[in-house]
């Protein structure tokens, strides 16, 4: 693979790996009885 290609699939995994701690929070939170919905910046935790 060439260097754009490893980049880009390296990005992809970062990505991946926020996205799945963020589920993995959410997991946790609705475990809890946490359901209040927030509203809340797709790309970020930080609430609006």
């Keep these: ?3 754009e290609t490893k980049e880009l699939f390296s990005q992809i995994n970062s990505e991946l790996k926020e ?3 963020r589920l993995k929070h959410i ?3 609705a475990s809890n009885g946490n359901y ?3 509203d809340t910046d797709i ?4 609430k609006k």
Excluded: G, P, Q
């Design 43 to 46: 790309n970020s935790k930080t």
């Design 1 to 3: 693979m060439d260097k």
């Design 19 to 21: 996205i799945n701690s």
């Design 36 to 38: 209040t919905y927030t």
């Design 27 to 29: 997991e946790i939170e």
